[in-house]
């Protein structure tokens, strides 16, 4: 396995500000630097099979990608990175920017922080995770530092991006193989009192572990409740806190306003020290057989009270064209569809109107039958399909009928669709249409 080594440098402004965010490049060399990146890109290493967390899900929302990760390893931190193959669609895999951590769900960039805006699809399976992966190119932190580990040789190192007004370019930058000894045995961590740390010292190899203390409640992060600045701690707060918080409202009164439909009252207002604000709300009475409804026709608009009208029970309407009408022996028409298990239609009136055609329909015998499961109603009459010379109409109603369905379960008019059709015989020839109109309750059947 090659050995790899670290290079160290920092990003500022000509005053020695920090330059957070810089875009760096790592370019082996001869480099082409007329390019941002450059090219080519160098290797650098990374820590992938340190940590190899399982991944169950990935999705896309609104320019993140968003991985479902089996545990979260120490070295997942928003701003490092962490890189993904093996995942099928492949718009998932590459080396991203970690933007947030919740619980095991990992949201991601792309590794110069800027959004996703093409959707990688629905995800189908695999994938493979391996953490501290450091692409190429990266960012500086905040404090404008970077860093990288490369093998030993001569590199170009190219910054840019909108923080410095032109590219900066490090030419003929020596990675070399570190070498020497040193005395340190033991590294120890302490913290203020509001954390606690654990794994200190570390003398051999460790974790130093950084945790928030338990605090009493009731408490606040605070400065000191008087005199100079100090340093903030937990503490309760005092008066001197709520500087500015106190008003001076003495009444507070209180009406109520409710449609039409409510009669209301309010007792209790104003409350000028202490005292209780009591709505009471009831219903008006309203004339027998009506409705909370919106308006019988016309727009939208404020709903009330009212007789119901034919618009507002349920209702189709089917257009039988002449083709439909010569095949109704062998293909009957729905008018309804299947409500769905557990209810049955209860057709209260059906409207037919005719509309004449050039030629009469001749009928052979088999009366026109609507069906609901065993519920069925002949027309006593064919007649009103018989009419010719256009545009004459003629309109036939027939009301609810009744019948007794075979019992079973479920029961035969258990989710069944209204039909129209022909018990024998199509009509033959014939080119009027219809249209029919049905008025219907839906019942349950349990």
């Not at 209204?418 to 059947?445: C, D, E, M, P, R």
């Amino acid at each position: 396995m090659s050995t790899y080594f670290r290079y160290d440098k920092s990003a500022s402004s000509v005053v020695g500000l920090a330059l957070p965010g810089v875009s760096v490049a790592v370019l082996t060399q001869p480099a082409v630097i007329t390019t941002q990146p450059g090219s080519p890109l160098a290797t650098i290493w990374n820590a992938a099979l340190s940590n190899a967390p399982t991944l169950s899900l990935a999705t896309w929302a609104n320019g993140y990608i968003t991985f479902t990760l089996g545990s979260i390893p120490s070295d997942v931190a928003v701003g490092a990175y962490l890189s993904v193959s093996g995942i099928n669609p492949v718009g998932y895999n590459g080396i991203w920017q970690i933007y947030s951590i919740t619980g095991l769900l990992v949201t991601v960039t792309q590794s110069n922080g800027s959004l996703i805006t093409v959707t990688p699809g629905t995800y189908v399976s695999g994938g493979t995770v391996a953490t501290s992966a450091l692409p190429n190119p990266f960012l500086t932190d905040q404090l404008g530092n970077f860093f990288f580990y490369a093998l030993p040789g001569i590199y170009t190192v190219q910054l840019y991006g909108t923080a410095l007004p032109t590219q900066l370019v490090l030419a003929d930058q020596n990675v070399v193989a570190g070498g020497g000894s040193g005395s340190v045995t033991s590294v120890g961590l302490t913290m203020p009192a509001e954390f606690s740390v654990a794994g200190s010292p570390v003398s051999a190899s460790g974790t130093l572990a950084v945790t928030k203390s338990t605090e009493n409640a009731n408490t606040v992060w605070a400065g000191p409740t008087s005199g100079g600045a100090a340093q903030p701690a937990f503490r309760a707060l005092v008066a001197a806190d709520l500087t500015g918080v106190g008003g001076t409202v003495s009444s507070v009164s209180h009406t109520l306003t409710v449609p039409g439909i409510f009669s209301s009252s309010v007792t209790g207002s104003p409350v000028t020290t202490t005292g209780t604000l009591a709505d009471t709300i009831t219903l008006v009475n309203e004339n027998a057989n009506t409705v909370w409804s919106g308006p019988a026709s016309g727009a939208a608009g404020v709903p009330a009270f009212r007789a119901l009208v034919a618009a507002d029970l349920p209702q189709t309407v089917t257009a039988l064209t002449s083709a439909n009408i010569l095949a109704l022996f062998g293909t009957p028409i729905t008018l309804v569809p299947a409500p769905g298990v557990g209810f049955r239609i209860v057709p209260l009136v059906i409207q037919i109107v005719f509309f004449g055609g050039s030629i009469a329909y001749t009928d052979a015998g088999g009366a026109v039958s609507f069906v609901a499961g065993s519920a069925s109603q002949a027309l006593v009459s064919n007649g009103i399909f018989l009419v010719t010379i256009s545009p004459n109409r003629a309109i036939q109603q027939i009301g609810s009928f009744s019948a007794t369905d075979t019992a079973g379960n479920p029961p035969t008019d258990d989710n069944a669709a209204l039909v129209i059709s022909k018990v024998t015989n199509n009509f033959a020839a014939g080119n009027g249409t219809a249209k029919i109109t049905v008025q219907y309750l839906i019942l349950a059947t349990t």
